[in-house]
């Protein structure tokens, strides 16, 4: 039930910005342009929106950027990148917001980045991982917040590395975000440990694993070593047939993103022990920066902050920064600004920073382990693994994103 | 000779419908094809039309073997159907019944272009009125009745002005005074144009009143043929007709 | 070695067993009502959700859990019977295919309303009391739920097997379910058949789904992931035969079980193989029998009247909007314009195969998206500019209609449309998974329109021109003798072919015709929106084709055009304004549904011809 209530706050927040006038006088409030899969992926996206909408309050509160409010625009793709640009289009051309940001998809986020490419607009890229976004497809109109792929799997290759397990086998969801993951993991962790050795591979389809074979397709391979990159009821009905069959016993598990709230909590009392992830400790950190996020969020939504809520605060600082540091909101001026970019984080830890190199932050994530306390699933032994120490030099870099 | 059957076969399943079933047909001619329920009529003219295959046997048109053609082949060559239950296009208006067997026989029904509302009307309604059908040239087909659903029936198999005729039970499900005025208006027209009919029927007055000549099957072997004088008078045709299967088998 | 396969197999069997009850459900309902019912899935998830509900209120220990378990699939039924009842019972005698959209209104509703209830968050379910852990065969564990599970499906067929030969009810399911023609003679009885059918057939549903509660974890999604799964199930099976659907969801589970041993990459598309395999081998399914009488089921088609002068009036009122006033719209306004030029050519090239055809199909947005694929493969590989590209959209489409049609006019009803939704998925997954030339799922980028396209307005009319006329094209081909030749063989394949027609061709060449028009509109979607991805030969894309032309109206001229235009605007508008767009949209789809049961157009043909 504090769910809806939660929905139905952010609804009101929506319905604020829509009864907004739409024509702007230069110096009205500063519009953002948010496009996300709202209906397809609630479980990440309600928490999200949550601090977004916190985030803006405070900066409205403290009297906005330079006398101006900011405002955004909410909109929902649906997960279907076609929707995404039409949005794009309506935002751009009709709502007259001065830059566009979001995405928890990655093709939703590479379709906006195409549109802000050709239609020369400012695309801050919150969610999605793909490392194409900022490189292989990069353009100068998109900026990107989280880790992406490669650095979360640079940060675990780097446990991996220090493991016995010589034999691993890997399981992904079927498509970009899993494959890439494997081939990265792969990569890195031969590079690191030129004699292991993966023996099996699994790509269960995106929502849709069938678990129990799944599960016994690897055993039967017999790894020491498991690389997991499934999430959300995937990862819940792996764990689930993989508890139960033994597969998890004798064996290292390592897993991308398995320590966020979003995807430990609803595993409660079965979520695996010992297993090596990236992830967000929000109970147990407790640097000055973040107690007065997490303080701030509790208050205002009766709930604690999941990682979505932290990507989404991050990525309202983060334009805030920049708009204080353009000065204005023509997009020159703003890319100008966003390059290099400098600003504080909910973690609380090290500033983050927009590389210039390839417009990616450098915001982190945190490398623990998992337990069980108190029939729940936390993170222990973690730490925070800044962003800037897993990417690559910057002359892979330049290889590895178009130039000019 | 218009159709000359050699010799059909067919079994399903090892049931013998069909067992050495021949017969000619001359132009102009009648030839009705009758037995009890069962009795194999039904293959037989499927085979002829193409619909099934004969197991042995040839089927000659004018000449052409054309055993074993699919049913839209046999009709190029020359053969016309009409159906047991009718079978028209619904959707369509009568005169657009008529008007696609023409289109078919003139091999147009692949032009994407010219609408069909433009098409010289004059030839179908021609046909329609050779079956007294044309005041109801407008009327969709679907809501026609079922003595007049023949008739159309009738007007799209001469379309293509075919050298035989098969019909299926041609006056089934009609009122007693349709029948006789559709078997009256076939004959004329079989006789007028030289086409060879051949039908089934289970109306022994129709029948008898029409035929020119009589085939009877039983269990898909032919027992009796002539004219109808020949056939009333055939004991086995009596018996068949008369009696019941136990006295049959038990001869 | 040997005990690994062994167990792989058996896991394969428990899949199988959760796969069967929701399929036997489906098969059920489709025999008796032949109502495509994609709001089986919905059920699923509601079922999975309440026994949630139940069982962890309900005390713990067996009465709480199996009870629970047991409660929620009843109460699935009732929301069968209310679904049946207050919807689809008013529209039985709409057109083939219409309650589809009904029930695709249920599942947008149930979507939101369970978010609203069950929040965004996957739930977890307790397991079963007694069956929490495993068991070991040969050395391997197994658990005892999965081994459970293994003997549920055949304990349900079973019952269900007495269900059906032992009552009087079940004698009248299984006679309606043989000959169509049955229900008819049933008269009065025929209410209470099909409300008892869908309650059985709903509490199935709810049983799949409560059942997975110590499998898997419930989540939002559920419906949508079964729903596909189920009907390839319950097609492969034979529609309507239960122990088809058995036999089916076996050899799913088998080769899923197996097949990613082999081919781990396999499992996005390995289902619809199978099928694909299946249909073209055996038409009619694995037990599944053709109709009785394909001539007696023949539903009458009403003919395409003239347009009223009203009617031809707001036609030209619309076409001229369309033409004039856009100089006057901003940007915005014109990317809605284009998009709706481009749905309605999208909905017209599948009505062209359903309406005058009679062949529904459920992947048609495979070749809308091919063609997409077909211009933005040449941009990506050969730096083509969007003339060339535009040219080789039809092509490409119109390959993979040659190809597939070939195989899928050759089935019938929903065999043919499944048929269409297998190579659909073909094509999808080839775009998802060959990463190399396609991108995989992020797409290719930078399909731009050239130059002198690029301006919005410019865009809008070279999509008008292209729409328009190819639309133009399509309804001329209806009233030509072709149009008149495919209606022919919708009609009366008899007659068809007893007087020349060689009813395959026509209706290949067709399905050719349609997949070149849907092509185009892919070709100019695909510049509109300046990026190509797998999402647009997805299943939702099929699904909006088939609602846009059902919306329509089937059996008129201008049902795919008034529909395209009906639903890309409604979508649009309450997308953009409405959090909850989903519920309302459902809730319009059924408002619709329920008040023009033929279509948009055909009620307002039937407006027009009434004050005539």
Same mark, same amino acid.
């Given at each position: 039930?504090?769910?809806?209530?939660?929905?139905?706050?952010?609804?009101?927040?929506?319905?604020?910005?829509?009864?907004?006038?739409?024509?702007?006088?230069?110096?009205?409030?500063?519009?953002?342009?948010?496009?996300?899969?709202?209906?397809?992926?609630?479980?990440?996206?309600?928490?999200?929106?949550?601090?977004?909408?916190?985030?803006?309050?405070?900066?409205?509160?403290?009297?906005?950027?330079?006398?101006?409010?900011?405002?955004?625009?909410?909109?929902?793709?649906?997960?279907?990148?076609?929707?995404?640009?039409?949005?794009?289009?309506?935002?751009?051309?009709?709502?007259?917001?001065?830059?566009?940001?979001?995405?928890?998809?990655?093709?939703?986020?590479?379709?906006?980045?195409?549109?802000?490419?050709?239609?020369?607009?400012?695309?801050?890229?919150?969610?999605?991982?793909?490392?194409?976004?900022?490189?292989?497809?990069?353009?100068?109109?998109?900026?990107?917040?989280?880790?992406?792929?490669?650095?979360?799997?640079?940060?675990?290759?780097?446990?991996?590395?220090?493991?016995?397990?010589?034999?691993?086998?890997?399981?992904?969801?079927? #498509?970009? #975000?899993?494959?890439?993951?494997?081939?990265?993991?792969?990569?890195?962790?031969?590079?690191?440990?030129?004699?292991?050795?993966?023996?099996?591979?699994?790509?269960?389809?995106?929502?849709?694993?069938?678990?129990?074979?799944?599960?016994?397709?690897?055993?039967?391979?017999?790894?020491?070593?498991?690389?997991?990159?499934?999430?959300?009821?995937?990862?819940?009905?792996?764990?689930?047939?993989?508890?139960?069959?033994?597969?998890?016993?004798?064996?290292?598990?390592?897993?991308?993103?398995?320590?966020?709230?979003? #995807?430990?909590?609803?595993?409660?009392?079965?979520?695996?022990?010992?297993?090596?992830?990236?992830?967000?400790?929000?109970?147990?950190?407790?640097?000055?920066?973040?107690?007065?996020?997490?303080?701030?969020?509790?208050?205002?939504?009766?709930?604690?902050?999941?990682?979505?809520?932290?990507?989404?605060?991050?990525?309202?600082?983060?334009?805030?920064?920049?708009?204080?540091?353009?000065?204005?909101?023509?997009?020159?001026?703003?890319?100008?600004?966003?390059?290099?970019?400098?600003?504080?984080?909910?973690?609380?830890?090290?500033?983050?920073?927009?590389?210039?190199?390839?417009?990616?932050?450098?915001?982190?994530?945190?490398?623990?382990?998992?337990?069980?306390?108190?029939?729940?699933?936390?993170?222990?032994?973690?730490?925070?693994?800044?962003?800037?120490?897993?990417?690559?030099?910057?002359?892979?870099?330049?290889?590895?994103?178009?130039?000019? | 000779?218009?159709?000359?059957?050699?010799?059909?076969?067919?079994?399903?399943?090892?049931?013998?419908?069909?067992?050495?079933?021949?017969?000619?047909?001359?132009?102009?001619?009648?030839?009705?094809?009758?037995?009890?329920?069962?009795?194999?009529?039904?293959?037989?003219?499927?085979?002829?039309?193409?619909?099934?295959?004969?197991?042995?046997?040839?089927?000659?048109?004018?000449?052409?073997?054309?055993?074993?053609?699919?049913?839209?082949?046999?009709?190029?060559?020359?053969?016309?159907?009409?159906?047991?239950?009718?079978?028209?296009?619904?959707?369509?208006?009568?005169?657009?019944?008529?008007?696609?067997?023409?289109?078919?026989?003139?091999?147009?029904?692949?032009?994407?272009?010219?609408?069909?509302?433009?098409?010289?009307?004059?030839?179908?309604?021609?046909?329609?009125?050779?079956?007294?059908?044309?005041?109801?040239?407008?009327?969709?087909?679907?809501?026609?009745?079922?003595?007049?659903?023949?008739?159309?029936?009738?007007?799209?198999?001469?379309?293509?002005?075919?050298?035989?005729?098969?019909?299926?039970?041609?006056?089934?499900?009609?009122?007693?005074?349709?029948?006789?005025?559709?078997?009256?208006?076939?004959?004329?027209?079989?006789?007028?144009?030289?086409?060879?009919?051949?039908?089934?029927?289970?109306?022994?007055?129709?029948?008898?009143?029409?035929?020119?000549?009589?085939?009877?099957?039983?269990?898909?072997?032919?027992?009796?043929?002539?004219?109808?004088?020949?056939?009333?008078?055939?004991?086995?045709?009596?018996?068949?007709?008369?009696?019941?299967?136990?006295?049959?088998?038990?001869? | 070695?040997?005990?690994?396969?062994?167990?792989?197999?058996?896991?394969?069997? $428990?899949?199988?067993?959760?796969?069967?009850?929701?399929?036997?459900?489906?098969?059920?309902?489709?025999?008796?009502?032949?109502?495509?019912?994609?709001?089986?899935?919905?059920?699923?998830?509601?079922?999975?959700?309440?026994?949630?509900?139940?069982?962890?209120?309900?005390?713990?220990?067996?009465?709480?859990?199996?009870?629970?378990?047991?409660?929620?699939?009843?109460?699935?039924?009732?929301?069968? &019977?209310?679904?049946?009842?207050?919807?689809?019972?008013?529209?039985?005698?709409?057109? @083939?295919?219409?309650?589809?959209?009904?029930?695709?209104?249920?599942?947008?509703?149930?979507?939101?309303?369970?978010?609203?209830? =069950?929040?965004?968050?996957?739930?977890?379910?307790?397991?079963?009391?007694?069956?929490?852990?495993?068991?070991?065969?040969?050395?391997?564990?197994?658990?005892?739920?999965?081994?459970?599970?293994?003997?549920?499906?055949?304990?349900? !067929?079973?019952?269900? =097997?007495?269900?059906?030969?032992?009552?009087?009810?079940?004698?009248?399911?299984?006679?309606?379910?043989?000959?169509?023609?049955?229900?008819?003679?049933?008269?009065?009885?025929?209410?209470?058949?099909?409300?008892?059918?869908?309650?059985?057939?709903?509490?199935?549903?709810?049983?799949?789904?409560?059942?997975?509660?110590?499998?898997?974890?419930?989540?939002?999604?559920?419906?949508?992931?079964?729903?596909?799964?189920?009907?390839?199930?319950?097609?492969?099976?034979?529609?309507?035969?239960?122990?088809?659907?058995?036999?089916?969801?076996?050899?799913?589970?088998?080769?899923?079980?197996?097949?990613?041993?082999?081919?781990?990459?396999?499992?996005?598309?390995?289902?619809?193989? &199978?099928?694909?395999?299946?249909?073209?081998?055996?038409?009619?399914?694995?037990?599944?029998?053709?109709?009785?009488?394909?001539?007696?089921?023949?539903?009458?088609?009403?003919?395409?009247?003239?347009?009223?002068?009203?009617?031809?009036?707001?036609?030209?009122?619309?076409?001229?909007?369309?033409?004039?006033?856009?100089?006057?719209?901003?940007?915005?306004?014109?990317?809605?314009?284009?998009?709706?030029?481009?749905?309605?050519?999208?909905?017209?090239?599948?009505?062209?195969?359903?309406?005058?055809?009679?062949?529904?199909?459920?992947?048609?947005?495979?070749?809308?998206?091919?063609?997409?694929?077909?211009?933005?493969?040449?941009?990506?590989?050969? $730096?083509?500019?969007?003339?060339?590209?535009?040219?080789?959209?039809?092509?490409?489409?119109?390959?993979?209609?040659?190809?597939?049609?070939?195989?899928?006019?050759?089935?019938?009803?929903?065999?043919?449309?499944?048929? *269409?939704?297998?190579?659909?998925?073909?094509?999808?997954?080839?775009?998802?998974?060959?990463? @190399?030339? *396609?991108?995989?799922?992020?797409?290719?980028?930078?399909?731009?329109?050239?130059?002198?396209?690029?301006?919005?307005?410019?865009?809008?009319?070279?999509?008008?021109?292209?729409?328009?006329?190819?639309?133009?094209?399509?309804?001329?081909?209806?009233?030509?003798?072709?149009?008149?030749?495919?209606?022919?063989?919708?009609?009366?394949?008899?007659?068809? @072919?007893?007087?020349?027609?060689?009813?395959?061709?026509?209706? =290949?060449?067709?399905?050719?015709?349609?997949?070149?028009?849907?092509?185009?509109?892919?070709?100019?979607?695909?510049?509109?929106?300046?990026?190509?991805?797998?999402?647009?030969?997805?299943?939702?894309?099929?699904?909006?084709?088939?609602?846009?032309?059902? !919306?329509?109206?089937?059996?008129?001229?201008?049902?795919?055009?008034?529909?395209?235009?009906?639903?890309? =605007?409604?979508?649009?508008?309450?997308?953009?304004?409405? @959090?909850?767009?989903?519920?309302?949209?459902?809730?319009?789809?059924?408002?619709?549904?329920?008040?023009?049961?033929?279509?948009?157009?055909?009620?307002?043909?039937?407006?027009?011809?009434?004050?005539?």
């Amino acid at each position: 039930m504090t769910m809806t209530l939660r929905r139905r706050t952010a609804l009101l927040g929506a319905a604020a910005t829509l009864a907004a006038p739409t024509v702007q006088a230069q110096e009205g409030p500063i519009r953002i342009g948010e496009i996300n899969s709202y209906s397809a992926q609630p479980a990440f996206l309600v928490p999200y929106r949550n601090a977004w909408m916190l985030a803006q309050e405070e900066v409205n509160a403290a009297g906005g950027i330079n006398g101006r409010r900011i405002e955004t625009v909410f909109r929902d793709d649906a997960g279907r990148p076609e929707d995404a640009v039409r949005h794009a289009g309506e935002l751009v051309n009709s709502e007259r917001v001065h830059l566009l940001a979001g995405a928890f998809l990655s093709h939703v986020g590479l379709a906006i980045a195409d549109y802000a490419n050709q239609n020369r607009r400012l695309f801050v890229a919150s969610e999605p991982l793909t490392d194409a976004l900022v490189w292989a497809r990069g353009n100068r109109f998109t900026f990107r917040l989280r880790p992406s792929t490669y650095m979360q799997c640079a940060m675990l290759v780097e446990e991996a590395a220090k493991l016995p397990a010589r034999r691993w086998a890997t399981v992904a969801p079927n #498509y970009e #975000y899993g494959q890439s993951a494997v081939r990265w993991f792969k990569e890195l962790l031969t590079r690191a440990k030129p004699d292991v050795q993966f023996v099996a591979e699994q790509f269960p389809a995106l929502g849709r694993i069938d678990a129990g074979a799944t599960v016994q397709a690897l055993a039967g391979a017999n790894p020491e070593g498991i690389f997991n990159v499934t999430f959300g009821a995937d990862l819940t009905n792996f764990v689930r047939q993989g508890s139960t069959r033994g597969l998890f016993e004798r064996r290292r598990v390592v897993s991308l993103l398995t320590g966020e709230p979003e #995807y430990l909590d609803p595993l409660g009392d079965e979520a695996p022990e010992n297993w090596i992830v990236t992830g967000y400790p929000w109970a147990e950190l407790n640097t000055p920066g973040h107690v007065r996020f997490r303080d701030a969020y509790r208050r205002r939504f009766n709930d604690y902050p999941r990682l979505g809520s932290v990507v989404a605060y991050d990525t309202v600082t983060a334009i805030v920064a920049m708009l204080r540091r353009a000065g204005s909101t023509d997009t020159e001026r703003m890319i100008e600004a966003m390059r290099g970019l400098r600003f504080p984080t909910a973690f609380g830890e090290a500033e983050v920073e927009f590389r210039a190199i390839d417009h990616q932050s450098t915001l982190g994530a945190y490398v623990g382990r998992t337990a069980l306390r108190q029939g729940r699933g936390v993170m222990v032994d973690w730490r925070y693994a800044d962003g800037r120490n897993y990417l690559p030099s910057d002359e892979v870099v330049r290889t590895l994103r178009p130039q000019g | 000779m218009t159709l000359r059957v050699e010799d059909l076969h067919k079994s399903f399943g090892g049931v013998q419908a069909v067992a050495g079933v021949s017969l000619e047909v001359a132009a102009g001619e009648l030839v009705a094809l009758i037995g009890p329920n069962g009795a194999g009529k039904s293959t037989c003219f499927n085979m002829l039309n193409g619909q099934l295959r004969p197991d042995r046997g040839r089927v000659v048109l004018k000449g052409e073997d054309i055993t074993g053609l699919p049913p839209r082949a046999v009709w190029r060559r020359g053969v016309g159907r009409t159906f047991q239950i009718t079978a028209t296009f619904a959707s369509m208006s009568v005169l657009e019944n008529v008007q696609m067997a023409l289109l078919s026989h003139r091999r147009r029904l692949f032009d994407l272009w010219r609408p069909v509302a433009r098409e010289d009307p004059a030839e179908a309604l021609a046909l329609l009125a050779r079956v007294g059908m044309q005041a109801q040239a407008g009327r969709p087909c679907g809501v026609l009745a079922y003595g007049d659903l023949k008739r159309v029936e009738l007007a799209i198999a001469l379309a293509n002005a075919p050298a035989l005729l098969l019909m299926d039970e041609p006056t089934a499900g009609m009122a007693p005074a349709e029948r006789v005025a559709l078997m009256e208006l076939t004959a004329r027209i079989a006789r007028d144009s030289g086409i060879a009919v051949l039908f089934t029927e289970h109306d022994m007055d129709v029948v008898f009143a029409h035929a020119d000549r009589i085939l009877v099957l039983d269990r898909g072997r032919p027992i009796a043929e002539g004219r109808p004088a020949e056939v009333r008078a055939d004991a086995r045709v009596r018996e068949v007709y008369l009696g019941t299967g136990a006295t049959h088998g038990g001869h | 070695m040997f005990e690994n396969l062994l167990v792989q197999g058996l896991s394969g069997l $428990a899949s199988a067993s959760s796969l069967f009850l929701v399929a036997s459900g489906l098969t059920v309902i489709f025999g008796v009502t032949r109502i495509v019912n994609f709001a089986h899935g919905s059920l699923y998830m509601l079922g999975a959700y309440l026994a949630w509900t139940l069982v962890t209120n309900l005390p713990r220990g067996h009465f709480g859990f199996w009870g629970g378990v047991l409660a929620a699939a009843l109460i699935v039924g009732v929301v069968g &019977v209310l679904i049946e009842v207050l919807l689809l019972r008013r529209i039985y005698k709409a057109p @083939e295919l219409f309650q589809l959209l009904a029930t695709f209104g249920v599942v947008l509703i149930v979507q939101d309303l369970a978010l609203m209830i =069950w929040g965004p968050q996957d739930l977890l379910g307790p397991r079963a009391p007694g069956l929490r852990g495993a068991t070991e065969i040969l050395g391997v564990r197994f658990p005892l739920y999965e081994l459970f599970l293994i003997f549920v499906g055949p304990v349900v !067929l079973g019952l269900l =097997w007495l269900l059906f030969h032992r009552t009087r009810w079940g004698t009248r399911v299984r006679a309606a379910t043989a000959d169509r023609e049955m229900v008819g003679a049933l008269g009065v009885n025929q209410r209470l058949l099909f409300t008892t059918v869908f309650f059985l057939g709903a509490c199935l549903a709810g049983l799949g789904g409560a059942l997975q509660l110590p499998r898997e974890s419930v989540n939002l999604q559920m419906d949508l992931a079964i729903i596909a799964e189920a009907f390839v199930v319950v097609v492969i099976g034979g529609l309507g035969s239960l122990p088809g659907a058995f036999l089916a969801a076996l050899l799913i589970g088998q080769m899923q079980a197996f097949g990613i041993l082999i081919f781990p990459k396999i499992t996005l598309v390995l289902a619809f193989l &199978v099928m694909a395999v299946v249909l073209i081998l055996r038409p009619y399914g694995l037990l599944g029998r053709p109709p009785a009488s394909a001539h007696a089921a023949q539903v009458v088609e009403p003919p395409y009247p003239p347009p009223s002068p009203a009617f031809r009036a707001l036609g030209l009122a619309t076409v001229a909007v369309a033409l004039l006033l856009p100089p006057f719209l901003g940007d915005f306004a014109l990317i809605v314009f284009t998009e709706i030029a481009i749905m309605v050519l999208f909905a017209a090239s599948l009505h062209f195969i359903m309406g005058p055809g009679g062949m529904a199909s459920f992947g048609h947005a495979a070749y809308f998206g091919l063609g997409a694929y077909g211009a933005a493969l040449l941009v990506k590989h050969v $730096a083509a500019p969007m003339e060339i590209g535009l040219l080789a959209a039809p092509f490409a489409a119109g390959l993979a209609g040659v190809v597939f049609g070939w195989f899928c006019v050759r089935l019938s009803g929903v065999y043919a449309a499944m048929l *269409t939704l297998a190579f659909a998925q073909i094509a999808w997954s080839a775009a998802f998974q060959w990463v @190399e030339l *396609t991108g995989g799922d992020n797409g290719i980028l930078g399909v731009w329109p050239s130059d002198w396209a690029r301006n919005k307005l410019a865009y809008y009319y070279l999509a008008l021109l292209l729409c328009l006329g190819a639309t133009l094209l399509l309804r001329r081909a209806i009233m030509a003798p072709f149009g008149y030749a495919l209606r022919a063989g919708r009609d009366s394949p008899l007659r068809a @072919e007893a007087i020349g027609m060689d009813g395959f061709r026509i209706r =290949w060449v067709a399905f050719i015709l349609a997949a070149v028009a849907a092509g185009i509109a892919g070709g100019l979607f695909a510049y509109a929106k300046g990026s190509v991805f797998p999402t647009y030969m997805a299943i939702p894309r099929s699904v909006d084709a088939l609602l846009m032309v059902l !919306l329509g109206g089937v059996q008129t001229l201008s049902g795919p055009i008034v529909g395209a235009l009906a639903y890309t =605007w409604i979508h649009e508008q309450l997308m953009r304004l409405f @959090e909850l767009w989903r519920l309302l949209l459902g809730a319009v789809i059924l408002l619709l549904v329920l008040f023009f049961p033929q279509g948009l157009a055909g009620a307002a043909q039937r407006a027009a011809e009434k004050r005539a």
